[in-house]
């Protein structure tokens, strides 16, 4: 529960690991695919935990080639999206058509890839990485919705010409994240 | 065959003002927000990424006509992380304190949407000194990107530079700048900067045009 909750609000990915940015950045404007990228970021984060757990604590370490992590993981990641892919389009089309377009995306996303590394640096437990995987998606999704709002909002403001854009994005950002320091200290 | 020196010294330099990837076509964001909470993190990380990327731009072009265009992107990827892998151990053994306060952003050049973007956009139709050329130019564009927001963020956050204390700001340091919300801020503030100095209508889009899915991510409405 704690991890769930400190994955979630203390050490959430976007804001204050800095993981998933660009998908935070690029997909953030609308509410609906906020939503839809953060739900597509969650499941991806769980399954490829589920998968890369087994394959680390079975397969890598006994023989010793612990240091083939990311290579595997990677692998694993991009085709494990593939996979999703092909059988959401085959088994739940209406799934597919809300989801699809964001899954091709998150093969390259960090936050996926940086969850599934440190569950293995944390030395945490199966269950606990699965705990940890769903926190992190959650918060993903969480920051996600949050900033388009304050996105929506921001289409109306009187911005100086050379802030327009990435720059207002960003310290708009600043702000968003300084919110979620309150969060901090709250689980040791 | 001074055309072709010419056009080699462009490669080079492009990257470095006119099209340096983090300030201008805004790749690569995670780690430049992650690891600039010191000056010397910016250099260390700017330089492992330098080399990743020229290990793979390198081997990409050399092997642009073997790898099937299908298969592109998994075979990118693997020759990524291989490369991540090597500066891991060089790190490890022969700089452990710097290889301690990357952590994991070191794993996540893997997915640094800069390496990514070079091999797709310009190592798999270029040749191979062209694509080392490019790798280079990129790579100084983007260590100094980061060293210039490691130095703001450590100098304003900490009162320091590069391990020097910095008379009355050392007292008083504003520790909200090496704080995450501190990064946004200073990376917001130096690329309307450097909107300003360019003096050029700023983009109003993300690098979309470097993004290997801009295809996809293009039916999901947001980026053009």
């Given at each position: 529960m704690i991890i769930l909750l400190a994955a979630m609000l203390t050490d959430n990915f976007v804001l204050s690991k800095f993981m998933g940015i660009c998908p935070f950045l690029g997909v953030s404007k609308k509410l609906d695919s906020a939503t839809g990228m953060g739900l597509a970021v969650t499941f991806v984060m769980i399954c490829a935990t589920l998968v890369t757990y087994p394959i680390h604590h079975g397969i890598l370490v006994p023989n010793e080639l612990e240091y083939l992590d990311t290579v595997v993981f990677i692998m694993v990641i991009a085709l494990f999206v593939q996979l999703v892919e092909t059988m959401l389009k085959k088994c739940i089309p209406s799934l597919y058509s809300s989801l699809g377009v964001y899954l091709p995306l998150i093969t390259t996303n960090c936050a996926v890839l940086g969850v599934t590394v440190l569950n293995i640096d944390n030395g945490y437990s199966f269950v606990q990485s699965i705990v940890n995987a769903l926190g992190g998606g959650l918060g993903f999704m969480l920051s996600l919705v949050i900033f388009s709002g304050v996105r929506k909002k921001m289409e109306y403001a009187d911005i100086p010409e050379t802030f327009k854009g990435v720059p207002a994005t960003l310290i708009a950002a600043s702000i968003v994240s300084v919110s979620f320091m309150g969060f901090s200290g709250l689980f040791n | 065959?001074?055309?072709?020196?010419?056009?080699?010294?462009?490669?080079?330099?492009?990257?470095?003002?006119?099209?340096?990837?983090?300030?201008?076509?805004?790749?690569?964001?995670?780690?430049?927000?992650?690891?600039?909470?010191?000056?010397?993190?910016?250099?260390?990380?700017?330089?492992?990424?330098?080399?990743?990327?020229?290990?793979?731009?390198?081997?990409?072009?050399?092997?642009?006509?073997?790898?099937?265009?299908?298969?592109?992107?998994?075979?990118?990827?693997?020759?990524?992380?291989?490369?991540?892998?090597?500066?891991?151990?060089?790190?490890?053994?022969?700089?452990?304190?710097?290889?301690?306060?990357?952590?994991?952003?070191?794993?996540?050049?893997?997915?640094?949407?800069?390496?990514?973007?070079?091999?797709?956009?310009?190592?798999?139709?270029?040749?191979?000194?062209?694509?080392?050329?490019?790798?280079?130019?990129?790579?100084?564009?983007?260590?100094?990107?980061?060293?210039?927001?490691?130095?703001?963020?450590?100098?304003?956050?900490?009162?320091?530079?590069m391990g020097m204390d910095i008379p009355v700001i050392h007292d008083n340091p504003m520790l909200l700048f090496i704080m995450p919300a501190g990064g946004f801020f200073t990376l917001g503030v130096i690329i309307a900067a450097v909107n300003k100095l360019s003096n050029k209508k700023p983009p109003q889009e993300l690098g979309c045009s470097g993004c290997p899915h801009a295809e996809t991510c293009g039916k999901a409405g947001d980026c053009q």
């Open positions: - | 065959m001074a055309d072709k020196k010419m056009s080699l010294g462009h490669e080079l330099t492009k990257g470095i003002i006119k099209e340096n990837p983090t300030l201008v076509m805004l790749l690569g964001m995670c780690p430049t927000l992650a690891v600039t909470t010191q000056a010397k993190n910016g250099i260390g990380m700017g330089l492992a990424t330098t080399f990743v990327l020229l290990g793979s731009n390198i081997v990409t072009s050399a092997l642009r006509k073997v790898i099937p265009d299908k298969v592109r992107i998994p075979s990118f990827i693997v020759i990524i992380a291989s490369f991540v892998t090597l500066i891991g151990f060089l790190l490890e053994g022969f700089v452990p304190d710097l290889y301690d306060s990357l952590g994991i952003y070191l794993t996540l050049i893997t997915v640094n949407c800069i390496i990514f973007g070079r091999a797709e956009m310009f190592a798999s139709k270029n040749g191979v000194v062209a694509s080392a050329c490019d790798a280079i130019g990129m790579g100084i564009g983007f260590t100094l990107a980061l060293f210039l927001m490691g130095s703001v963020r450590e100098i304003i956050g900490a009162g320091q530079w």
